[in-house]
C-alpha cells in the first residue's frame, strides 16, 4: 500500500509537469491548428538554458529562472515571425515538417552548445518534505507539481477571465470573425509560441530538478502525444487531466508491471491507454464535438 | 462624405476579376443599400473596405477607398476597425465556442482587450435584451436570429462609427427579419452609426435605407434615393417581384423578358 501511494503521489507530481508542457502544445494545436513537433526540444533547450545561467554562469535561482523565461518567450517569438508566420495558409503537412525540421535544428544546437554527457542539474529548490499518509515525498517532486498546479490554475484563469485569453479563444474558435472584430490574430498566434516555449522551458526545469538531464529530454515531445489526445487536442482542461493520468499510469506500470515482464512497461503503457481511450472516445476525454444546432 | 469608394477593381487569386470600378459613398449618420443579385459583388465591396479581402485571397488592385478623409485600401483589418468600421459577415460568424458574453468581449479587441466592458456590454443588451438573458450560454446553441443580433452587438462593442452589414436577413423567418431591422435602424438613429447595408431582401432593405445602389457584374448599375428605387419599374421586377399592379409575379413570366435585359436598356 505504501508503495502504492509512492507511486501514485510522485505520478501525479510527474504529471502535472507533464500537463504543463502539454498545455503549451494545445495552445499552439488550438489556436493556429499546427501539430507543434518541437514542444519536446523546446523543453530540452528550456532545461540547458537554465543549467548555462545556474552551473555555468553560476547566477542565483532567483535570477536564473526568470532569466530562462524570458529567453523562452524570446525564442518563441523568434520561431513564429521567422518559420511559422511565413507558412500561413499553407497546407497542414507542410507547417508539420517545418515544426519538424525546428525540433531537429533545437536538437542539434543544443548538442552543439553542451555536448551529449548527462548534466547533473543543481539544488535549485529550498529543502521542503511532506509527508502524506506515511508517506514521504521528496522536496523536488513537491516543487514541481507546487509550480506547475500554480501556473495550470494562472493560465486557466488567464484564458477564462482576461481580455487576451477571450482573444485567444476567439481567433482559435473562428479566425476569419475574429479578424473582422478587429483581432490582430497574427499577434495571437505570436503570444501562443511564446507562451508554449515558455512553459517547455518552465517544464524542463522542473524535471531537471527531479532528475539529471541530457539530450534525450527533447523526448518528452513525444509523451506530449498520448497527453493531449487522451484530454482532446484542443482542451485545456483536458490537457490536464491527461497529464495527470499519464504520469500516475507510468509510474504505476513501471512499479507494477515491470518487475514481471521486464523493462519498457513504463513507456509503453501511456500508449496503450491513448489507444484504449480512444476506442470508446475518438474525441478524447475532453475534446470539442462540432456543435450541431437542432 | 464619411467612406467614398471610386472606380475600384478586386482581383481574387490573381486572376478573378470581380470588381470592375466600382464607385459609391456613404453619407455620415446614413444607411445606404446595396442590393443586387448573386456573384453581383457586394460581399466583395464589404471585404475590400474591411480589410477581410486579405484572408480570401484578395486583392484591391485598382481604385481608392477613402474614409474619413484617409485612404485606407489595402489596410490590415484590425487597423480598420480600429478606425471605427467593422464589418458583421454573412452567415453569422459566432464564436460557437464561447459564451455570449465571451463573444461580446472579443469585440473589445481593439480597445486593449476590454477591461472596462461594463458600459459596452450595456450598449449591446440595450439594443438586444435577448442577449442579456443568455449571457452564459455557448452561443453555438443559440437560435439563428440570436446568433445574428449576437454578431451585431459584437460589432457595436468596436464602438464603430461605419457598420458594414452583409444579408442580415439571410435564412431568418419574416419575424425576426422585420425586428432585427427595426433595431439596426435603431442604432442608426439613436448611436449616429452609419450603415452599409447588403441585402438580398431589397423590398425590406429599402424601406429603412435613404439611398440605394444596384450592383450587378462588379460595377453600379443604378442608384438613387431609397423611395425612387422602390417606384422604380425595374427594381421592382427584379427584387420586389412585383408589377405595375403591385401584384405578384411569377419568376416564370419575367424570365424571359427581363433576365436577359441589363439596366442600362431601360
Known sequence: MRFFLQLLVTGVALG?????????????????????????????????TAFAFLSQAGLPPALALPLTIVVAVVLGFTVERLLLRPMLGEPVIAVIMVTLGLAGILKGSARAIWGSVNRPFPDIFPALSLTLFGVGIPGPFLWGCLIAGVCLVAFTLFFRFSGWGVMMRAAANHQAAALSVGIDVRRVFALSWAIAAAVAALGGVLLGAINVIDMNLGAIGLKVFPVVILGGLDSIPGAILGGLIIGVLENLSGGFIEPWVGGGVKAVAPFVALLLILLIRPYGLFGTREIERL | ML????????????????????????????????????????TTTLRAVSGLLKHENGAVTQGTITYQGARIEGRPAHEIVRRGIVQVMEGRGVFDELTVEDNLRAGLAVRGGGRRAAGELETAFGYFPVLKARRRQVAGYLSGGEQQMLVIGRALMTRPALLLLDEPSLGL??????????????????????????????????????????????????????????????????????????????????????????????
Request: hydrophobic share 45%; aromatic share 8%.
Open chain 2, 173 to 266: 423567418a419574416p419575424l425576426v427579419v422585420g425586428e432585427l431591422f427595426r433595431i439596426i435602424q435603431r442604432i442608426n438613429r439613436e448611436a449616429g452609426v452609419s450603415i452599409l447595408l447588403v441585402e438580398q431582401n431589397a423590398q425590406m432593405a429599402l424601406t429603412i435605407a435613404d439611398h440605394g445602389y444596384v450592383m450587378e457584374g462588379g460595377r453600379i448599375m443604378l442608384d438613387g434615393p431609397a423611395r425612387e428605387l422602390q417606384d422604380n419599374r425595374n427594381v421592382r421586377e427584379f427584387y420586389l417581384g412585383l408589377t405595375e399592379q403591385g401584384a405578384l409575379k411569377s419568376y416564370r413570366d419575367v424570365k424571359h423578358y427581363v433576365r436577359r435585359k441589363r439596366w442600362f436598356s431601360s
Open chain 1, 16 to 48: 502535472s509537469i507533464y500537463a504543463l508542457i502539454a498545455l503549451g502544445f494545445v495552445l499552439i494545436y488550438k489556436s493556429t491548428r499546427i501539430i507543434n513537433f518541437a514542444q519536446g526540444e523546446l523543453v530540452l533547450i528550456g532545461a540547458f
Open chain 2, 3 to 42: 467612406l467614398e469608394i471610386n472606380n475600384l477593381e478586386v482581383l481574387y487569386n490573381e486572376v478573378v476579376l470581380v470588381l470592375k470600378g466600382l464607385s459609391l459613398a456613404v453619407p455620415e449618420g446614413r444607411i445606404v443599400a446595396l442590393l443586387g443579385s448573386n456573384g453581383a459583388g457586394k
